[in-house]
């Protein structure tokens, strides 16, 4: 189906409150100018190369998010422009996101990642880390970030039980730390998940924001990046 068609109807399947990031990544900007000219606004890219490179060559009001591994010395790059970060996922990060947002004069929203799937990555908070961070004395003097909630990616599995059951472990990471450190907080409202093979699933579970590439803009090439 083209873009606009997959778009269309991906839209007309999510509930109220739930938002589509395209995950534009190595696709060209002519595909992300086609998904631009009906309504699509949020943006999800992984590399901040390509972040750089596309965002001054496209309209000014769309959001970008940084959905992929952002490393520290990096930041920079994409402080002053980028909507959301979603992978967070240690207190250096945050600080270096702190600072450059200072310098940004901006406050930067960002996710906290969590590591839910079974496949070993290094990538990820688990829940006894976040706490550790949240609590800690360096991250209430960070006053230009916002965590407005959480991300996680599902095991790359054909077994649905075992997928919602690590949605539904996000679920719970999210509804705890709400209520240990944002009770009074209204922007902590995003559970980030969901791909294009299981956002369904995550809707189910309670995903705020859904992250889909393939489906919309078709497979991606990497032998071309
Ligand atoms: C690439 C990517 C997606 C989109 O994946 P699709 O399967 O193409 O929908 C979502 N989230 C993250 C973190 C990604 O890197």
């Known amino acids: 189906m083209p873009i606009p068609d997959q778009i269309l109807s991906i839209n007309s399947e999510l509930p109220d409150g ?10 060209p900007i002519s595909d992300i100018e086609i998904a631009y000219d009906c309504g699509q606004r949020i943006f999800g890219e992984n590399k901040v190369q390509e972040l750089q490179e596309k965002h001054p060559a496209l309209p000014k009001d769309i959001q970008w998010h940084m959905i992929g591994h952002l490393q520290t010395n990096k930041v920079k790059y994409i402080a002053p422009f980028i909507g959301l970060i979603h992978g967070v996922d240690s ?8 600072k450059q947002a200072v310098k940004n004069s901006r406050i930067i929203d960002v996710l906290l990642q969590f590591h839910i799937a079974t496949e070993s990555t ?9 706490k550790e961070v949240l609590q800690s004395e360096e991250y209430t003097k960070l006053k230009n970030i916002r965590v407005v909630g959480v991300m996680g990616m599902a095991s790359f599995s054909e077994d649905q039980t075992q997928v919602l059951g690590e949605f539904q472990d996000l679920k719970n990471i999210f509804e705890e730390l709400k209520q240990l ?10 559970i980030s998940m ?3 093979g299981d956002y369904r699933l995550a809707i189910q579970k309670g995903s705020t924001l859904v992250r889909i590439g393939s489906s919309i803009f078709g497979e991606r090439n990497y032998a071309n990046v």
């Open 91 to 98: 207190l250096k990060l945050l600080t270096e996101i702190n």
């Open 181 to 190: 450190f944002f009770t009074n907080h209204t922007y902590f409202k995003e």
């Open 122 to 130: 290094k990538f990820g908070f688990s829940l006894t880390e976040a």
């Open 194 to 196: 969901g791909m294009s």
């Open 18 to 27: 739930v938002k589509l990031v395209a995950v534009s990544k190595t696709k």
